[in-house]
């Protein structure tokens, strides 16, 4: 389940992730993007995840099609978590073009902040 929180920089889309990515999530994340960017403006995603369960196989396909769709949007995708697994897969995303992407703790939660405003 996808919830938006308070962000600190007008920039940043913040969230807490919890339970199974579904196709809702997507389409909620893809709306909030269109209501508060224009299509050509980059911005960054600060996710709290805390109890990830794994995805439906709809809510998969909708996030890659939203990866797709806003991909040269992305600018900085600040990961924070307590589950080391989360951070394992963070950093394989280093090998992507174009979008930044660092992992914290969850107890850097003022850390990941002050990267994503650098």
């Given at each position: 389940?996808?919830q938006?929180i308070?962000?600190?920089?007008?920039?940043?889309?913040?969230?807490?992730f919890?339970?199974?990515?579904?196709?809702?999530?997507a389409?909620k994340l893809d709306q909030?993007?269109?209501?508060?960017f224009?299509?050509?403006e980059?911005?960054?995603?600060?996710?709290i995840?805390t109890?990830?369960?794994?995805t439906?196989?709809e809510?998969a396909?909708?996030?890659?099609?939203?990866?797709?769709?806003?991909w040269?949007?992305?600018h900085?995708?600040?990961?924070?978590?307590d589950?080391?697994?989360?951070?394992t897969?963070?950093r394989?995303?280093d090998y992507?073009?174009?979008i930044e992407v660092?992992?914290?703790?969850?107890?850097q939660?003022?850390?990941a902040?002050?990267w994503i405003?650098?």
């Open positions: 389940m996808l938006f308070e962000s600190l920089d007008p920039s940043t889309i913040a969230l807490v919890n339970g199974h990515a579904t196709k809702e999530d389409e909030y993007v269109r209501e508060n224009k299509e050509d980059k911005f960054n995603i600060l996710a995840m109890d990830v369960d794994g439906t196989f809510g396909t909708e996030g890659v099609k939203f990866d797709l769709k806003r040269k949007q992305f900085k995708f600040a990961v924070v978590s589950k080391d697994w989360i951070g897969m963070s394989l995303t992507l073009p174009g660092e992992y914290f703790e969850g107890h939660l003022e850390e902040w002050a405003r650098a």
